[in-house]
């Protein structure tokens, strides 16, 4: 009996013995779950930190380029309008000399007057030739005043440089609706208007090389951020400018579709192979050189129509074009949640 209870006595010390390592054990592996998990929290702070950095390099990048084709489109008025500008003052000192020119051929005939004064014969005579020299001078002289084209080409340049100036307001003007620089927050949109903007802030990439078809129908407007939405419309332009390299054309199409309001961007480019069509929407994903591209752009415009209510679809052909269609939620219909 008592050899029973030793041996019993030994089985409960080995488990009590065993139970608690495994407890030691456990507590080992919490603590060093709980570091790792410490661990973990800061990595994803760091790269969210880091994520945060480079969506706002990658803006700032968007922010450049957007300043760097206004500027572009700036510079062609205000060129035209400085060299027209100059031409015109020196037409108006060519025509000063026209006028200069007439005034002494005036005073040239104004001369007979003292000469009649003490007239003999020769002096008659000359002074009939002087009238006849006078005449044919002042004639000259107004004909000259009167065929000058000066003050034709003069207005004609003010009219072309006034053209300048209303091209000048009209880009500040889309400038200021497309950043939307007054406004902050939610407002009604008109997504013909966005499409335009953005058309004339990606001007310089498509001029000369991309046709531009527009299929704009009178559509719902959307509620949203439109310089977000602006956003989405430049940097689907930009991608289409980008997948045709050599000439093509862009359709940009705009309809009312069942409560939404869809927006179409297909290019005649080069496609998107079926191996890369799931990750185009990724973040940092792109087929780009390293330098070239981030590959936020489209997960960045993913992420403004989702967060609008909206979505986007994507249908592809390999050498033959791609068309992305943004849908967003017409008003009236749903309210989307912005973050």
Same mark, same amino acid.
């Given at each position: 009996?008592?050899?029973?209870?030793? =041996?019993?006595?030994?089985?409960?010390?080995?488990?009590?013995?065993?139970?608690?390592?495994?407890?030691?054990?456990?507590?080992?592996?919490?603590?060093?779950?709980?570091?790792?998990?410490?661990?973990?929290?800061?990595?994803?702070?760091?790269?969210?930190?880091?994520?945060?950095?480079?969506?706002?390099?990658?803006?700032?990048?968007?922010?450049?380029?957007?300043?760097?084709?206004?500027?572009?489109?700036?510079?062609?008025?205000?060129? +035209?309008?400085?060299?027209?500008?100059?031409?015109?003052?020196?037409?108006?000192?060519?025509?000063?000399? #026209?006028?200069?020119?007439?005034?002494?051929?005036?005073?040239?005939?104004?001369?007979?007057?003292?000469?009649?004064? %003490?007239?003999?014969?020769?002096?008659?005579?000359?002074?009939?030739?002087?009238?006849?020299?006078?005449?044919?001078?002042? +004639?000259?002289?107004?004909?000259?005043?009167?065929?000058?084209?000066?003050?034709?080409?003069?207005?004609?340049?003010?009219?072309?440089?006034?053209?300048?100036?209303?091209?000048?307001?009209?880009?500040?003007?889309?400038?200021?609706?497309?950043?939307?620089?007054?406004?902050?927050?939610?407002?009604?949109?008109?997504?013909?208007?966005?499409?335009?903007?953005?058309?004339?802030?990606?001007?310089?990439? #498509?001029?000369?090389?991309?046709?531009?078809?527009?299929?704009?129908?009178?559509?719902?407007?959307?509620?949203?951020?439109?310089?977000?939405?602006?956003?989405? +419309?430049?940097?689907?332009?930009?991608?289409?400018?980008?997948?045709?390299?050599?000439? %093509?054309? #862009?359709?940009?199409?705009?309809?009312?579709?069942?409560?939404?309001?869809?927006?179409?961007?297909?290019?005649?480019?080069?496609?998107?192979?079926?191996?890369? #069509?799931?990750?185009?929407?990724?973040? +940092?994903?792109?087929?780009?050189?390293?330098?070239?591209?981030?590959?936020?752009?489209?997960?960045?415009?993913?992420? =403004?129509?989702?967060?609008?209510?909206?979505?986007?679809?994507?249908?592809?052909?390999?050498?033959?074009?791609?068309?992305?269609?943004?849908?967003?939620?017409?008003?009236?219909?749903?309210?989307?949640?912005?973050?």
């Amino acid at each position: 009996m008592t050899a029973v209870l030793a =041996i019993l006595v030994l089985v409960l010390a080995a488990a009590a013995g065993a139970l608690f390592w495994r407890l030691r054990q456990a507590e080992a592996a919490k603590t060093r779950l709980a570091a790792e998990h410490q661990q973990t929290e800061v990595e994803l702070k760091q790269l969210q930190s880091s994520q945060a950095q480079v969506i706002h390099t990658t803006k700032l990048a968007s922010l450049g380029q957007m300043v760097a084709g206004v500027a572009h489109e700036l510079n062609t008025p205000l060129g +035209f309008v400085k060299s027209n500008v100059e031409v015109i003052a020196d037409l108006l000192d060519d025509y000063r000399k #026209l006028v200069k020119d007439y005034d002494i051929a005036v005073q040239y005939c104004q001369q007979p007057v003292d000469l009649m004064f %003490g007239a003999d014969k020769e002096s008659l005579d000359k002074l009939v030739k002087h009238v006849e020299e006078s005449r044919r001078k002042l +004639f000259e002289a107004r004909r000259a005043v009167e065929k000058s084209p000066l003050l034709t080409e003069a207005k004609e340049l003010l009219a072309d440089s006034a053209d300048g100036i209303t091209q000048l307001a009209a880009l500040v003007q889309n400038l200021k609706g497309f950043a939307r620089v007054d406004r902050d927050g939610m407002d009604l949109m008109d997504v013909n208007e966005g499409v335009e903007s953005a058309l004339m802030i990606a001007a310089h990439q #498509l001029r000369d090389r991309i046709k531009i078809v527009r299929k704009l129908d009178s559509v719902p407007r959307v509620r949203g951020m439109p310089s977000q939405l602006n956003q989405v +419309f430049l940097n689907l332009i930009t991608n289409a400018a980008q997948a045709m390299e050599e000439e %093509g054309t #862009l359709t940009v199409a705009t309809r009312a579709g069942d409560g939404n309001v869809e927006i179409a961007f297909a290019d005649t480019g080069c496609g998107i192979p079926d191996d890369v #069509l799931p990750k185009i929407f990724d973040p +940092f994903f792109t087929t780009k050189a390293p330098g070239e591209g981030t590959g936020l752009g489209l997960s960045i415009v993913h992420k =403004i129509v989702k967060s609008h209510g909206g979505s986007i679809k994507v249908r592809t052909t390999p050498n033959r074009g791609s068309e992305f269609t943004v849908m967003l939620p017409a008003e009236n219909t749903a309210r989307p949640t912005l973050h």
